[in-house]
């Protein structure tokens, strides 16, 4: 009998996924005890029992996609989820599974051991906050924030989800503005630094930032905007490369920050640009705040 090529491409990412997970293995094994970090060998540990994942802990066999609450809106054709004390849409209208596998991995970023999670007790947005999110996709961070935030300013370049903002934050419609456009170092027809969209008198509090490895492009296009605020706080995420990390916190610490990264790693190997290479584990969130 023929294999599909859909059945071909599965083996293969199978194939591929198991030869990850025993390079990762393999190298973690290899290293002397005394260099072996604590959520290293966490890591180690889960991978012996486990299939090879993104969020290698423990606390991710609690999350089945199966277990999200959906619902279909008729009036804007797409499904949601109650999120945070509201509805969070889904930029398709026609997938509820994938709705709710997309949904799922939103609430395994943010788990409280989650790598990738923004906020801490200690590290969290305070009441009448002036907040920008770069890369809000579905905005479950600015969901989240909304009943206590001043204003939001969610940056999203991609239409679909766009158009699932608006009906997302519709109840909170006077103190969200949508802003369909990339942030980076330029501004160009479709993109925009911050220290172009935001003038001298604007002020901000909180920046949540997730732009699928262009970070060091948003802090190179925000000189301004960061030399003139004090007590700055930056939430970025920093697993998209393997450099990301370093880089990241370099730029600023340059910039007077203090840094600190959110506990445990990430196996990030999605993404055709990724190179996926020892030391394998990546620090997932840096959150940083200027004194």
Not at 189 to 197: A, M
Request: net charge positive.
């Amino acid at each position: 009998m023929k294999t599909s090529l859909i059945e071909r491409l599965t083996i293969s990412k199978k194939k591929r996924l198991q030869r990850l997970k025993n390079n990762v293995m393999d190298y973690l094994s290899g290293l002397p005890a005394n260099e072996l970090k604590d959520g290293q060998q966490h890591v180690l540990e889960f991978l012996k029992s486990h299939d090879i994942t993104v969020f290698p802990y423990e606390f991710t066999t609690r999350y089945k996609a199966e277990d999200i609450p959906i619902a279909y809106d008729p009036a804007c054709k797409l499904y949601f989820t109650p999120w945070e004390g509201g509805n969070l849409y889904y930029k398709n209208g026609v997938q509820k599974k994938k709705a709710q596998r997309y949904f799922n991995s939103l609430r395994l970023e943010q788990d409280i051991q989650s790598p990738h999670r923004y906020l801490t007790n200690e590290f969290n947005v305070s009441e009448n906050d002036v907040i920008v999110d770069v890369g809000a996709a579905e905005g479950n961070f600015s969901l989240s924030v909304v009943a206590k935030a001043k204003h939001i300013y969610l940056f999203e370049p991609l239409p679909d989800w766009v158009k699932a903002l608006e009906v997302t934050f519709a109840p909170w419609k006077h103190k969200v503005t949508i802003v369909q456009k990339f942030i980076s170092d330029k501004t160009t027809e479709n993109s925009i630094t911050l220290d172009d969209y935001f003038n001298e008198n604007q002020q901000i509090n909180f920046i949540k930032a997730d732009v699928e490895g262009a970070e060091a492009s948003l802090i190179s296009g925000a000189p301004k905007l960061i030399q003139r605020h004090k007590n700055l706080k930056i939430a970025l995420t920093t697993y998209h490369s393997q450099e990301d990390a370093t880089l990241l916190e370099s730029m600023l610490k340059a910039h007077g920050f203090s840094t600190q990264f959110s506990d445990g790693y990430m196996l990030y190997y999605y993404g055709r640009q990724n190179v996926v290479k020892p030391p394998y584990l990546r620090k997932a969130v840096l959150r940083a705040i200027k004194g």
